[in-house]
């Protein structure tokens, strides 16, 4: 099996994988709640010109449509067929170390 030790994606989709075990209930809850997570707690903090800054209505657009994020027993799996979102970006505002994520 191989495994990369990153966020996964290309011009089109992205996935990833992340031990529960590896980060805290804040992290889980913030990748379970990602949208919710970035309405209250990222997006204050960007002005509207940055290039991550999504409002409302792009966020029902493009985002909340593709991205599927699921809690499994032991893992939480996401997966995207259209990566409209700065996940990545997000991992790093949540201090989610990459050595956690796999593909």
């Given at each position: ?50 290039y991550w800054y ?50």
């Open positions: 099996m191989k495994i990369r030790n990153s966020f996964v994606s290309n011009s089109s989709s992205a996935s990833f994988v992340i031990s529960k075990s590896e980060i805290t209930a804040k992290q889980a809850h913030a990748l379970l709640n990602f949208v919710e997570y970035y309405k209250k707690e990222v997006r204050p903090s960007l002005g509207e010109e940055h999504q409002s409302d209505e792009e966020l029902e657009k493009w985002v909340i449509p593709f991205w599927n994020i699921e809690d499994k027993k032991d893992v939480i799996k996401g997966f995207t067929s259209i990566d409209n979102f700065e996940m990545g970006n997000f991992f790093k505002f949540i201090e989610l170390a990459e050595d956690y994520i796999k593909d």
